[in-house]
């Protein structure tokens, strides 16, 4: 399988919150298909998903700049998605910049943006992509992960008094 050389994901940095479902993951990259490779013809992503980008069917900026923009995005919950489709996993605390996985994208749920790693790392990518409402989804993604830390510190604040 393109790009995969174990089952399981090994990832760093980040901490893996959750793995998807096989459904679950294949529903995940056609809702990434359904913005970065809608519009994909002769883009060949059925190996690739990254050919999206390297054929200029969605812009992009790659390599160095890709990176610099990948590393400014807000740290909340991601996605990390292999190129089979398959297999997909939450990962949180960080954004992951390696993975044994040679071929993956990364996004956030509400695919405000994405993160193309490629087997031609230097080469042919990485690829940073963003959403067309990219600003209105960021912010949205933001104010949720702030609501979901004051969430947990209210119920660890909770905890220690008693109340629960």
């Not at 970065?36 to 390599?63: E, M, Q």
């Amino acid at each position: 399988m393109n790009g995969r050389r174990s089952h399981e994901l090994e990832v760093e940095p980040g901490r893996i919150v959750r793995r998807f479902t096989e459904d679950e993951s294949l529903q995940l990259a056609e809702r990434w298909i359904g913005v970065y490779a809608r519009d994909a013809l002769g883009a060949n992503i059925k190996a690739y998903l990254w050919h999206t980008f390297s054929s200029g069917s969605y812009p992009s900026v790659c390599k160095s700049e890709a990176h610099d923009r990948y590393l400014r995005q807000a740290v909340t919950e991601v996605v990390a998605l292999s190129n089979d489709r398959r297999s997909a996993w939450l990962i949180a605390d960080a954004l992951p910049i390696r993975c044994n996985f040679t071929d993956f994208c990364v996004f956030p749920l509400n695919l405000a943006w994405t993160m193309a790693f490629t087997h031609e790392d230097g080469w042919l990518g990485p690829y940073f992509a963003t959403h067309p409402d990219y600003r209105a989804l960021v912010a949205q993604d933001i104010e949720q992960h702030r609501a979901r830390q004051r969430k947990a510190r209210e119920l660890e604040r909770a905890r220690r008094e008693g109340w629960v």
